[in-house]
T-cell receptor, first 115, second 113 residues
Framework: AQKITQTQPGMFVQEKEAVTLDCTYDTSDQSYGLFWYKQPSSGEMIFLIYQGSYDEQNATEGRYSLNFQKARKSANLVISASQLGDSAMYFCAMREGLGTDKLIFGTGTRLQVFP | DVKVTQSSRYLVKRTGEKVFLECVQDMDHENMFWYRQDPGLGLRLIYFSYDVKMKEKGDIPEGYSVSREKKERFSLILESASTNQTSMYLC????????????FGPGTRLLVL
């Protein structure tokens, strides 16, 4: 069965430091997409970054990058130069290709950035 | 900008009441989704719809129903609210494409007393 695993319930990082949030996935499909979302305390889910299973390069979006290791089935989010506003819940999600538009979510990681 | 709106940010209902949660999107998306979010469980899919009047059960449909009479609107219905339906409810919409993100509404925090 398809599954997303986020093993870090909570993480702390000092402002301006980099932090890696872990995500592993399980799928038998060859075609799939991986997403990261940020959820501040206000509740809305904000899309951060996307990686397709056939993308050869790791995705980057500003301070966010996705460390995609296909053989290990991992898609870790790296946030560089953390800011206080990065404090939030972060969710990894996977969409399986060809026939479904559903997303499967992990349980999330709460990131706290301290000064 | 894509906008997904939900009818209420906070809602308090009594056990046994019928509850309607409304979601509207303005991007002509085919797909619409209802999730429930509980601490430690992430987001779980309740129902989704890929076209008007079409719906499919997600992972936890029990106790819920949905309605999609117009493309832009997707309603979640709790026929008889129970305390274990106290939760955060998130609506989302998207185009049917592998690389397309889902766009989320602000969420409705429902408390059933």
């Amino acid at each position: 069965a398809q599954k997303i695993t986020q093993t870090q319930p909570g993480m702390f990082v000092q402002e301006k430091e980099a932090v890696t949030l872990d995500c592993t996935y399980d799928t038998s499909d060859q075609s799939y997409g991986l997403f990261w979302y940020k959820q501040p305390s206000s509740g809305e889910m904000i899309f951060l970054i996307y990686q397709g299973s056939y993308d050869e390069q790791n995705a980057t979006e500003g301070r966010y990058s996705l460390n995609f290791q296909k053989a290990r089935k991992s898609a870790n989010l790296v946030i560089s130069a953390s800011q206080l506003g990065d404090s939030a819940m972060y969710f990894c999600a996977m969409r399986e290709g060809l026939g479904t538009d559903k997303l499967i979510f992990g349980t999330g990681t709460r990131l706290q950035v301290f000064p | 900008d894509v906008k997904v709106t939900q009818s209420s940010r906070y809602l308090v209902k009594r056990t046994g009441e019928k509850v309607f949660l409304e979601c509207v999107q303005d991007m002509d998306h085919e797909n619409m989704f209802w999730y429930r979010q509980d601490p430690g469980l992430g987001l779980r899919l309740i129902y989704f719809s890929y076209d008007v009047k079409m719906k499919e059960k997600g992972d936890i449909p029990e106790g819920y129903s949905v309605s999609r009479e117009k493309k832009e609107r997707f309603s979640l219905i709790l026929e008889s609210a129970s305390t274990n339906q106290t939760s955060m409810y998130l609506c989302a919409s998207s185009f049917p494409s592998l690389a397309e993100t889902q766009y989320f509404g602000p969420g409705t925090r429902l408390l059933v007393l």
